[in-house]
């Protein structure tokens, strides 16, 4: 359905809350900055500012729910014949590809890190939110392979699995902060996926392999790790 106009104005002011927010927290740092000066900065109410952010670490982190569940997505969205791993480092190799800043390749991080930095609400946010990570992508592993109840495996795959994304955007944080080209950071860290990749077991590689049926009728079929990578 298209966006109405009432939708979309309050997705511009929420927008607009968050820029102005970001703009102060980046210039005087997190800890502050009140809300009541993000809201007269914004020419809003606290009220208003509350209404569309119950936190203000979520005046920072404003775009986490959908990096919560960005890996769960990657591996419900796998064409037929691709392993849950294979999925991951698919779609990180395009991010990084692309230059996407949305895996942190982009100019200005380093000032974004130098807050989060300085913050501990913002670390204990940041923190809360790779574990919601974590946890959508073991339900998505343990729907999409069909799991049994109680089976830990789609736990440790998670993990493992888990291990991918953490670690090429700790890698891309680290060198971002640094003052490096994002376009350069990507070239090495393209050349860091094929090493990751190569560090994986085969029972990793080759788990929760998406099947015909499950591409035509969305039925939760195939045993997990049954099947290698494009098979």
């Known amino acids: 359905m298209a966006e109405g106009l009432r939708e979309r104005k309050k997705r511009q002011t929420r927008q607009y809350i968050s820029d102005v927010a970001t703009g102060l927290f980046i210039e005087r740092g997190f800890d502050a900055v009140t809300v009541a000066e993000i809201a007269e900065a ?38 037929e014949g691709e392993s849950a791993a294979a999925a991951v ?35 204990s946010r940041l923190w809360a939110v790779a574990q919601e990570v974590q946890a959508a992508l073991e339900q998505a592993l343990r729907e999409e392979a069909g799991a049994a109840e109680g089976d830990e495996l789609p736990h440790l795959m998670a993990g493992q699995i888990g291990w991918i994304h953490s670690t090429v955007v700790a890698v891309i944080g680290r060198e971002m902060v640094k003052g490096r080209e994002p376009r350069e950071v990507s070239r090495e860290v393209l050349a860091l996926l094929d090493d990751i990749e190569d560090l994986l077991s085969e029972r990793v590689l080759g788990y929760a392999v998406r099947t015909r049926d499950q591409c035509s009728d969305g039925r939760r079929a195939g045993a997990p790790g049954a099947a290698s990578p494009g098979s």
């Open 89 to 123: 480092l698919r779609e990180l190799r395009e991010e990084v590809e692309a230059v996407s800043p949305r895996v942190g390749l982009l100019s200005g991080y380093a000032a974004f890190m130098k807050v989060v930095e300085e913050a501990p609400a913002l670390r």
């Open 42 to 79: 914004a020419n809003v109410s606290v009220n208003t500012v509350y209404n569309y952010f119950p936190a203000k670490e979520d005046l920072f982190f404003d775009r986490s729910a959908g990096v919560v569940d960005r890996l769960a997505r990657w591996v419900r969205g796998r064409p």
